[in-house]
């Protein structure tokens, strides 16, 4: 791993991950606090780089320390939660390919409390693959790609976290597209680095402008789709959020949470153009049951546990109760509670 002024969390991330690998190796950035000093307790090899606003470079300096024949790849704000036996097993498959690991993000749901948020990325490497982009770098390899499943919680995202790193990216991101022209990939991430500190006026444009150069198989596209309608709605832009998403609907048929902001998304509408309500309400209601239609769908990127289940549920409970219809609301209520318990126990 990369790492710097880490100390809160590193030593959580070697320690599960200790027992399944032959050695730990962390690149020190340029840590003002204990990052080393527990790092090297956990008995990783640490060595320090000067930092040079570039993610890649540091990812493939850390890279060089190791001759194994394969590296998995962490942050110090994860680590491993399940399936190590999948990594035992992958060891024992020389076959070449890259390992899609399952890392679960814990974000801030507010009223709706702390949500998981699953995406599938490349992060165990064979010898030889090196990353590239200054920033939000990726492996730059034609070898397949494969799911294993093991799983890594991520509480980077959390709004404490998320402060202390705050426009840490931003000038990266801006410089990256600057050299590199308006690549799709960036511009999400701006959009995306915008949004989170609300500054949604200044998502909208990076967003519009990475919608009409992302590929429809792009594995980020369900993402950037969702916080365009998102803060879209943020914006009050009702009508272009509502022809975002019928251009959108056909594409994402197995998505619970596409519908799920779609009902968001109606919500708002209706709450700021009551006039609206009458023709509105029914939609929200069918798209927070078409989510729960759907159901959960782990497989898919970035979708957030629960809005296929217990969170339309709660919702559809808060809707008849702002109808006043009491027995829908209880019967809504009780769902959700059954189903949220059941995702507790799976």
């Known amino acids: 791993m990369i790492a710097r002024d880490e100390a809160r969390c590193i030593e959580r991330c070697l320690r599960s991950a200790a027992r399944y690998v032959d050695a730990l190796w962390v690149l020190d950035t340029g840590s003002v606090d204990d990052t080393a000093a527990i790092a090297r307790r956990c008995g990783a090899e640490v060595l320090h780089w000067p930092w040079r606003h570039d993610f890649a470079a540091a990812r493939n300096a850390a890279l060089e320390l190791s001759r194994a024949d394969w590296q998995l790849v962490l942050d110090a704000d994860e680590w491993i939660a399940a399936g190590s036996e999948a990594l035992m097993a992958w060891r024992q498959d020389t076959a070449a390919r890259i390992g899609l690991l399952r890392v679960v993000s814990q974000i801030d749901g507010g009223a709706a409390g702390t949500q998981h948020a699953p995406s599938w990325l490349p992060r165990l490497l064979p010898r030889g693959v090196r990353y590239r982009g200054r920033v939000h770098e990726q492996p730059v390899s034609t070898l397949p790609r494969r799911r294993l499943e093991l799983q890594l919680l991520h509480d980077g995202y959390l709004p404490a976290q998320m402060a202390r790193k705050a426009g840490r990216n931003r000038q990266l991101l ?155 609301a209880r019967r809504w209520r009780e769902q959700a509670a059954r189903m949220r318990a059941e995702a507790a126990l799976a």
């Open 174 to 328: 801006q410089q990256a597209l600057h050299s590199d022209g308006d690549d799709p990939y960036l511009l999400y991430q701006l959009g995306k680095d915008h949004e989170v500190q609300g500054r949604f006026a200044d998502a909208e444009p990076c967003y519009t402008q990475a919608l009409a150069a992302t590929e429809p198989r792009a594995p980020w596209r369900h993402d950037l789709v969702l916080r365009q309608l998102f803060t879209l709605k943020k914006l009050g832009r009702f009508e272009p959020a509502m022809a975002l998403a019928e251009a959108e609907m056909p594409h994402w048929g197995e998505s619970p949470d596409f519908f799920f902001t779609l009902g968001d998304l109606l919500l708002d509408w209706a709450v700021a153009q009551p006039r609206q309500a009458p023709a509105l309400l029914p939609m929200i209601e069918s798209s927070w049951r078409r989510a729960l239609h759907i159901g959960e769908n782990p497989a898919l990127q970035d979708t957030v546990r629960g809005r296929g289940s217990f969170l339309a549920a709660h919702n559809l409970a808060a809707l008849f109760d702002g109808l006043g219809d009491a027995v829908s």
